[in-house]
């Protein structure tokens, strides 16, 4: 009965190929997100989706690209991989957009480029 | 720009102890705030969620408090055990509409000794 789940949960690859990194929510929310952790910890919003449109895109490479085939998933496809790149990716939901709504998390993707 | 500071980053304290997480936040126009706990290897579990009309919430040994207009919060733990060891994050939520991700503080890695 996972609430958040993420495939895979480790990814290795190396520079210069695309992968994809699925998160699916089973909670009926709204609005999703995809969070960034990087070497240092910090944690930061990538994008965020709702109703399957997005609605913020902070300075992200446009190599990054979120996928929704529906509003349970919300999908980060990741082309030309750099090594910067290599961080944990968490995925998040919450009911909707406001403000008062908590985000719950997904377990993280460790993602690690050669 | 919303900036989140946790002090101390790292803390190692005898089994039992009570002790005292702090967070600041440079934009005192918060939302709300919210504590997570994160294993290694895990997602982030939300601990409390305080509404900025709100001064504390308490979910069993655990208590949040939040001075919004001196851009702080504090979580104490009580009786510490060794499964409180993890990294504790603080994470701000700012007003607006859309759908804003979370501001997060870099966090405090808590190890409690048997």
């Known amino acids: 009965d996972t609430a958040v789940s993420q495939t895979p949960k480790y990814l290795v690859t190396q520079m210069g190929n695309d992968k994809s990194i699925k998160c699916e929510q089973n909670?009926?929310?709204?609005?999703m997100y995809w969070y960034k952790q990087d070497s240092k910890k910090f944690l930061k919003i990538m994008f965020s989706?709702?109703?399957?449109?997005?609605?913020i895109n902070e300075t992200v490479p446009n190599r990054f690209s979120p996928k929704s085939p529906d509003k349970a998933h919300l999908n980060l496809h990741i082309n030309s991989l750099e090594l910067g790149d290599s961080a944990v990716y968490f995925c998040?939901?919450?009911?909707?957009?406001?403000?008062?709504?908590?985000?719950?998390f997904g377990p993280g993707t460790r993602l690690t480029v050669t | 720009k919303q900036e989140v500071t946790q002090i101390p980053a790292a803390l190692s304290v005898p089994e039992g102890e009570n002790l005292v997480l702090n967070c600041s936040f440079t934009?005192?126009?918060?939302?709300?705030l919210q504590w997570f706990r994160q294993d290694p290897g895990k997602g982030l579990t939300s601990l409390l969620l305080?509404?900025?009309?709100?001064r504390e919430q308490t979910s069993g040994r655990l208590n949040a408090s939040l001075d919004k207009s001196s851009g702080r919060s504090t979580l104490y733990i009580a009786a510490s055990q060794p499964g409180d060891s993890a990294t504790y994050l603080c994470?701000?939520?700012?007003?607006?509409?859309?759908?804003?991700?979370?501001?997060f503080g870099k966090g405090t890695h808590l190890i409690i000794q048997p």
């Open positions: 998040a939901s919450s009911r909707g957009t406001s403000a008062a709504y908590e985000q719950y």
């Open positions: 909670l009926g929310h709204d609005t």
């Open positions: 989706y709702n109703n399957k449109e997005l609605i």
């Open positions: 934009d005192s126009a918060i939302y709300n």
């Open positions: 305080i509404q900025s009309s709100q």
């Open positions: 994470a701000v939520r700012m007003p607006g509409g859309g759908a804003d991700g979370l501001t």
